[in-house]
Antibody, heavy 119, light 110 residues
Framework: QVTLKESGPALVKPTQTLTLTCTFS??????????VSWIRQPPGKALEWLAR???????VYSTSLKTRLTISKDTSKNQVVLTMTNMDPVDTATYYC???????????WGQGTLVTVSS | QSALTQPASVSGSPGQSITISCTGT?????????VSWYQQHPGKAPKFMIY???NRPSGVSIRFSGSKSGNTASLTISGLQAEDEAEYYC??????????FGGGTKVTVL
């Protein structure tokens, strides 16, 4: 079955760079049409889409955050990595990775990882 | 890209039907049939409920249905049950090639 799991630091300091890894199973990111997105959710607030990477390495970023985000994949390890630079307390959120199985929707989600930005 | 507009809360009694609206623009909801809906219980990851406006993935109850008119999409829950109490989010593909979510709607079963 399809599973995704996010990993990374629980606490980062302001101005630092956050690196999150999404490790998945049950599908391959080398399969045509397959995509993985990152989505975040500040405590008590709404979901916010961040970035997407495709099977052919095409990448799309949130317009408002594109200067701070980089998404990459390691197909052999079944992993997708998101980096976010210049972290700020407002970036405190649960970060999710989600599969996009050939459509324009997020069909499988990881459990999320809470990242707190504080000095 | 501004968030899609959803009512903050909707409530109903068991057995009733409720509808959650999701209003965007012609650059997102109105421009594409790529609206999806997600259910989120407290402390849990979102669950995929509806895709491409009105399609249900396998395993999702037929009590959940979606529709769209112009720039507004809607999620209807029929035969409301206690387990339906959760936060619901809509999402749409946009003309920028990105995705946008709604602000979320808390559904309360009275």
């Amino acid at each position: 079955q399809v599973t995704l799991k996010e990993s990374g630091p629980a606490l980062v300091k302001p101005t630092q760079t956050l690196t999150l890894t999404c490790t998945f199973s049950g599908f391959s990111l080398s399969t045509s049409g397959m995509r993985v997105s990152w989505i975040r959710q500040p405590p008590g607030k709404a979901l916010e889409w961040l970035a997407r990477i495709d099977w052919d390495d095409d990448k799309v970023y949130s317009t408002s955050l594109k200067t701070r985000l980089t998404i990459s994949k390691d197909t052999s390890k079944n992993q997708v990595v998101l980096t976010m630079t210049n972290m700020d307390p407002v970036d405190t959120a649960t970060y999710y990775c989600a599969r996009m199985g050939g459509g324009y929707y997020f069909d499988y989600w990881g459990q999320g990882t809470l990242v707190t930005v504080s000095s | 890209q501004s968030a899609l507009t959803q009512p903050a809360s909707v409530s109903g009694s068991p057995g009733q039907s409720i509808t959650i609206s999701c209003t965007g623009t012609s650059s997102d909801v109105g421009g594409y049939n790529f609206v999806s809906w997600y259910q989120q219980h407290p402390g849990k990851a979102p669950k995929f409920m509806i895709y491409d406006v009105s399609n249900r993935p396998s395993g999702v109850s037929i009590r959940f249905s979606g529709s769209k008119s112009g720039n507004t999409a809607s999620l209807t829950i029929s035969g409301l049950q206690a387990e339906d109490e959760a936060e619901y989010y809509c999402s749409s593909y946009t003309s920028s090639g990105t995705w946008v979510f709604g602000g979320g709607t808390k559904v309360t079963v009275l």
